[in-house]
């Protein structure tokens, strides 16, 4: 059973910095993407940044420059580092994988922008 387990958000004050985790489990980790996705409160929603299967990374244009994704393969969890946080950040933000060709998600981790 894939299980996908996020945390490591909050509520911080813009220009202050979060790391998101997300624990997977049920799949392969090193033969996955992992993505980050969020939902805005008008709720739309975003691909924010990915870290592939063949290491290329992918960051969307609101956070380039501001954001790490990385992965801990020992410890099969990927990470978010965000900085310099803005209040247009604020949003639910999903960890979603892609294994076996399908599309599987996390319940979401809250980060609120103030």
């Known amino acids: 059973q894939v299980q996908l387990v996020e945390s490591g958000g909050g509520s911080v004050q813009a220009g202050g910095s979060l790391r998101l985790s997300c624990t997977a489990s049920?799949?392969?980790?090193?033969?996955?993407?992992m993505n980050w996705y969020r939902q805005l409160p008008e709720n739309n929603c975003e691909l924010v940044s990915s870290?592939?299967?063949?290491?290329?990374?992918y960051y969307a244009d609101f956070v380039k420059g501001r954001s790490t994704i990385s992965k801990g393969n020992t410890m099969n969890t990927a990470y978010l580092q965000m900085d310099s946080l803005k209040s247009e950040d604020t949003a639910q933000y999903y960890c979603?994988?892609?294994?076996?060709?399908?599309?599987?998600w996390g319940q979401g981790t809250q980060v609120t922008v103030s």
């Open positions: 979603v994988a892609l294994a076996w060709g399908f599309n599987y």
């Open positions: 049920g799949f392969t980790f090193d033969d996955s993407d």
């Open positions: 870290i592939n299967r063949d290491g290329s990374l």
